[in-house]
DNA sequence: CTCTGCGTTGGTAGCAAGAG
DNA sequence: CTCTTGCTACCAACGCAGAG
């Protein structure tokens, strides 16, 4: 009698350990779905640290109902109570030691924190040199081919003057692959090998590809716009380009080439409207152009550079 | 060289709004 | 009402560059 109760009992105690395990199961499983939707994007993905720490905000907000800006202040060891407020909406810069709390505070373990540190200093460094230096290691901390292809691809095509003149040359009816016609064509001219390595690069980046016939022919690569690495890598190429012009002074005759200059004083209504003058300008040659059925057979640039002489022109906004 | 002004960084006080 | 939170005005210390 006590045995078959004994049984029993031991059967509905199996029975709900099961239902609970199954519960539990579910329970866990269902857990992590929450986690999975709201997680956010990993670190490496920025290119700007404030991005990364707003986002972090919003996604602390919505996950903890302790978090604050008071409460990261506190956790970072910091005394002022919304230095992270002031970081993210890029009132205040981040030092060195602020890095340090920041990369405890969120918990960035050794990659992710080398990462935040770098991307720190890439975003909030003036000088172009030391922005390029932090870019690049950027590139190399970034585990992987996780780092956004578009901007990479972007840096890579304007880090040199060629790349853009050989995706120009491809249009040349005559045109030839050969590392050694297409170093012979670019002036100031190349090396094989860097004729040879700018064609596979852009190849690879897709801004030329094969037609059907196996020719090389131009091609569209998505480019973005507005963001640092984008301003960072066109401003690279424009310094390479007015160097360029400013070598042509001396290689290129003057029947080849236009060089003019004037120094104006101007008032800020002109200058708004020679800016806008200049953007219609290169629309309407860019369209002339387009219009132009004649076959190619020159490759050149155009630079406008129009810049302030006094440094209150440089300073207004 | 010193002095001065300025920008940067870190901090304090306190206000308004909203939840409880 | 109190407490928390977001936010801002303001202050102090520091380093640095330029003027004299």
Same mark, same amino acid.
């Given at each position: &009698?006590?045995? #078959?109760?004994?049984?029993?009992? !031991? ?35 920025? #290119? ?10 919003l ?9 604050s800006?008071r ?25 060195q ?20 540190? #770098? ?15 932090y ?5 190399? !901390? ?8 578009v901007?990479?691809n972007?840096?890579?095509?304007? +880090? ?17 692959? +050969? ?9 100031? +001219? ?10 596979? &690069? ?22 973005? #716009?507005?963001?640092?690495?984008? +301003? ?8 390479? &380009? ?21 120094? !104006? ?22 369209? &002339? ?29």
């Amino acid at each position: &009698m006590h045995f #078959t109760y004994f049984i029993v009992f !031991l059967y509905n105690v199996l029975r709900t350990l099961k239902v609970y395990i199954f519960s539990v199961f579910i329970l866990t499983k269902s857990f992590h779905l929450v986690i999975l939707t709201s997680e956010m994007k990993d670190i490496f993905e920025y #290119t700007d640290f404030r991005a990364y720490l707003k986002d972090y905000y919003l996604y602390k907000k919505e996950t903890s109902s302790y978090f604050s800006f008071r409460y990261f202040s506190k956790k970072a060891g910091f005394g002022s109570p919304s230095v992270l407020k002031f970081i993210i909406d890029g009132q205040r810069n981040l030092s060195q030691d602020g890095i340090d709390k920041f990369i405890e505070a969120l918990g960035l373990t050794q990659k992710r924190g080398a990462f935040f540190r #770098t991307l720190v200093n890439f975003n909030q460094a003036k000088a172009e040199k030391a922005k390029n230096r932090y870019f690049s290691e950027l590139i190399r !901390l970034t585990p992987g081919e996780r780092f956004r292809h578009v901007e990479k691809n972007q840096y890579e095509f304007y +880090s040199k003057w060629y790349y853009s003149a050989i995706r120009e040359l491809v249009t040349i009816d005559y045109f030839n692959e +050969s590392p050694a016609w297409i170093a012979g064509q670019l002036h100031p +001219s190349i090396s094989l090998r860097e004729a040879k390595k700018a064609v596979a &690069m852009l190849l690879k980046l897709g801004f030329i590809k094969r037609s059907k016939s196996g020719k090389l022919i131009q091609a569209d690569p998505i480019i973005t #716009t507005g963001n640092e690495v984008a +301003s960072l890598s066109i401003r690279n190429f424009h310094r390479q &380009m007015i160097g360029l012009a400013a070598e042509s002074l001396n290689s290129v005759s003057r029947e080849r080439r236009e060089i003019s200059g004037l120094t !104006l004083g101007i008032s800020e209504k002109s200058f708004k409207e020679i800016k806008e003058r200049i953007a219609a300008f290169e629309d309407e040659l860019l369209d &002339m152009i387009s219009k132009d059925m004649e076959k190619t057979e020159h490759v050149y640039q155009l630079n406008f550079q129009f810049y302030p002489l006094n440094s209150h022109g440089a300073k207004v906004q």
